[in-house]
């Protein structure tokens, strides 16, 4: 099975700072990596599919980057509406899927 | 507009079996192989089980292989989970999602989610 590592679990932040989040997988999945935001109370919202495509209506201060076995997520000026908690998804051995254990992004 | 409305959840015993139901609207239901995912309180997801369009095939979680069972009925665009033998980790938010357009692509839809609760 696939393992994946985020870090750090949780992170805390001001509005309009710069934030980056990284999963590791346990062996390359390529490209096969997707992220996640989740607000409390409610399901996940895909916000990049593929390591690095913005999912339609997500704002382009999200981006991600990596290929192989690590991978980011970039979040740049940090809205009041960012914080929450992301995972990241792999999808390379679909439809066996894996989620890392998720980054808490917080108000500093 | 794509809707996933799941249902079914509750407490139950350990031990016990519950039946989930999830009601799909705003797109042709039997063309996506759909999910389901669940997330302890307080905790991350965790995929459950997946399904192709046709019920061909079924793969399982390990926590779950053997007790709970996927199924789908086309004409009614309803996804189901049966879950049996259930016990106090199985207590999670469940959620439906669909499936991307090809198998690698990431569920981008998803319910709100339905809570069962295991404990005596």
């Known amino acids: 099975d696939i393992q994946m590592t985020q870090s750090p679990s949780s992170l805390s932040a001001s509005v309009g700072d710069r934030v980056t989040i990284t999963c590791r997988a346990s062996q390359t999945i390529i490209n096969f990596l997707n992220w996640y935001q989740q607000r409390p109370g409610k399901p996940p919202k895909l916000l990049i599919f593929?390591?690095?495509n913005l999912q339609g209506g997500v704002p382009s201060r999200f981006s991600g980057s990596g290929s192989g076995t690590d991978f980011t997520l970039t979040i740049s000026n940090l809205q009041p509406e960012d914080f929450a908690t992301y995972y990241c998804l792999q999808t390379y051995s679909a439809p066996s899927i894996t989620f890392g254990q998720g980054t808490r992004l917080e108000l500093k | 507009e794509v809707q996933l409305v799941e249902s079914g959840g509750g407490l139950v015993q350990p031990g016990g079996s519950l039946r989930l139901s999830c009601a799909a609207s705003g797109f042709t239901f039997g063309s996506y192989s759909m999910n389901w995912v669940r997330q302890a309180p307080g905790k991350g997801l965790e995929w459950v089980s997946y399904?192709?369009?046709?019920?061909?095939?079924?793969y399982y979680a390990d926590s779950v292989k053997g007790r709970f069972t996927i199924s789908r009925d086309n004409a009614k665009n309803s996804l189901y989970l049966q879950m049996n033998s259930l016990r106090d980790e199985d207590t999670a938010l469940y959620y439906c999602a669909r499936s991307g357009v090809v198998m690698t692509g990431p569920p981008e839809f998803w319910g709100q989610g339905t809570l069962v609760i295991v404990s005596s």
């Open positions: 593929a390591a690095s």
């Open positions: 399904i192709t369009t046709t019920s061909s095939t079924m």
